[in-house]
């Protein structure tokens, strides 16, 4: 069994797998996979016929038993944009699971709420410290980057995949509202394929 991502930006395209690849891991699941996701528009990932054929194409892919469904919510509320999105998709889901998570404002408002985890990597000084709402940072790209030397940029293909194999994630958790919703859904994910679960989200986080 495999899970897999329907993404909008490109550097999900590499960053989503690893990302939902360690909560698998903290979940001891290791009988499902992850798939490649596949990309779609802004426009698309806000439309009903543009989530009805991504669903469906995600269901074709080999091996396929549930998806995920991971953009930047930006200004919109997430949780209307989420439920709106997650009924799109039941409608052709049929019996397999997806579910629906909206990164608020950005997926790296979750790098943001964890930096401290990134000091020493990626131009991240040792001083680096979380901002005190993460969530609240409209541009998180560019806060990101205003932490990185003045000669080094921010690059979503190239930085968005390594740090989402070292961000902490029980860190992003206990600071990021929307983070949490992942950790959720994952688990209920796996509840639904009727995974052996333990304690979730994991002690401590």
Known sequence: MKLYAIVEGHGE???APILLRRLLAEAGCQSIGVGRPIRRTHSQMRSRQGIHAAVQLAFLQPQCAAVVILFDGEDDCPKALAAQVRSWANEV???KPVDVVIAYREYETWFL???ESLRGHFGIPAHADAPAHPEGRRDAKGALEAFMPADRAYSETGD???MSAVFN???AHQRNRSFRKLVKAIGDL???L???LPPW???GW
């Open 93 to 95: 889901a049929i019996a």
């Open 160 to 162: 968005q995949p390594g």
């Open 13 to 15: 395209v590499a960053a």
């Open 113 to 115: 709420a964890a930096i």
């Open 190 to 192: 796996l509840a639904q």
């Open 194 to 196: 009727r995974q052996p």
């Open 169 to 171: 994630l029980a860190l």
């Open 201 to 203: 989200p994991p002690a």
